[in-house]
């Protein structure tokens, strides 16, 4: 066998999915299932060489067959991963390290800064959701952590100002951190969450709907009630958090800033996972950022949105542990090399709350690596 034939077998452009069977109706109360992987004999004939240097005119090309043709671009319902059952999904852990000990060492513009403000993360008991809510209190803010797991909540909330103290031990001043129930996709639960927080805080200053949760089916096997469900998350919950909170900062004529989480899927299609009812959602929730910011921009409520790449997430990690091929086939697709880590997040979501991006407001940060631009 050549080096260029040896070397071409070493990368196969396909991601990786993640699909859930029945029952994973929410990121709280996934389905219970094995992890199965496999890739058809299509993919496994798909080849890139990835030697860096050239022996021949053909080296470096994508060796071409008419049964080959685009097969990279197309979905495969053939790629399993089903999450785990609700008790045995892992707790994410709290981050350490995210300041320095006592004082911050290397100063920063004071617009930065979310001293005195209130914010609101929804989806904040696990995976990005709490990094991000973490990463608020870091640069300053009270905190009200929203999530279906209030129990879970309950821990992390415990956890983030126990690291907080342990990492400024002067402090004159603790975060408070406080935890709700809500069905983010209920509008009585969003208006009891809402009416909650405001008499633990007093106010709200900044939101982010981290609420959400994917499931991968093909399109013609789907069913409606398990669509209305993923849609009632991801977009009816976020448009019931944002307008709730919206109206609470035009009673009081305040300024405030909201993040909405969205995915790079909500700009491109992933491949090979068939899961376009999740893609048309976080199109959704791109468009509804984009829209309100317009709507709300006279009353000085500024909306952007943040699109999540492959996040190495608690879950993300345990699939990756049982299916130890997976990881270079998702990274294989990112310009970086690598999968993002939550703590990735933690300076785009300040830098969209605070003053220092009070000019911007309607835009989608994309936080995949590269992933789209390829």
Not at 78 to 89: C, F, G, H, N, R
Request: positive net charge.
């Amino acid at each position: 066998m050549s080096w260029l034939a040896r070397s071409s077998r070493t990368l196969y452009r396909s991601a990786a999915v993640l699909r859930t069977r029945q029952g994973a109706l929410s990121s709280t109360a996934p389905a219970p299932g094995r992890i199965v992987m496999t890739m058809t004999q299509q993919q496994q004939q798909h080849r890139y060489s990835s030697g860096p240097k050239a022996t021949s005119p053909s080296a470096g090309k994508r060796e071409h067959t008419a049964a080959e043709d685009g097969s990279n671009a197309r979905t495969d319902d053939s790629i399993t991963v089903e999450y785990p059952a609700a008790d045995k999904l892992p707790a994410s852990k709290t981050v350490a390290g995210a300041g320095r000990t006592g004082v911050h060492v290397f100063p920063t513009l004071a617009s930065f800064s979310l001293q005195e403000k209130v914010g609101v993360v929804t989806g904040g008991a696990r995976g990005l959701g709490l990094v991000m809510g973490q990463g608020m209190v870091i640069s300053g803010a009270d905190l009200a952590i929203v999530d279906l797991n209030k129990d879970e909540a309950a821990r992390q909330a415990k956890s983030i100002v126990r690291m907080f103290k342990k990492e400024h031990p002067d402090a004159k001043k603790l975060p408070k951190v406080t935890t709700h129930f809500a069905d983010v996709s209920d509008p009585e639960s969003v208006e009891a969450c809402i009416a909650e927080i405001i008499a633990e805080h007093g106010k709200i200053d900044n939101l982010v709907t981290s609420a959400g949760f994917t499931e991968n089916f093909e399109a013609i096997a789907y069913p409606i009630d398990r669509m209305r469900k993923l849609w009632g998350v991801n977009v009816d919950g976020t448009y019931l958090f944002a307008t709730a909170v919206a109206r609470h900062l035009m009673d009081r004529k305040s300024k405030g800033s909201m993040v909405f989480i969205g995915s790079m899927s909500g700009a491109i299609v992933n491949v090979p996972q068939p899961q376009a009812p999740y893609n048309a959602a976080k199109a959704a929730v791109r468009h509804l950022c984009a829209s309100l910011s317009v709507e709300w921009a006279k009353a000085g409520i500024r909306v952007n949105c943040i699109s999540p790449g492959y996040m190495l997430t608690a879950l993300t990690q345990k699939i990756l542990d049982d299916n130890p091929d997976l990881k270079q086939q998702w990274t294989s697709l990112i310009p970086q090399g690598r999968m993002g880590s939550p703590e990735d997040l933690m300076g785009p979501v300040t830098f969209l709350l605070s003053d220092a991006s009070s000019y911007v407001t309607g835009a989608d940060l994309r936080v995949d690596g590269g992933y789209t631009v390829t």
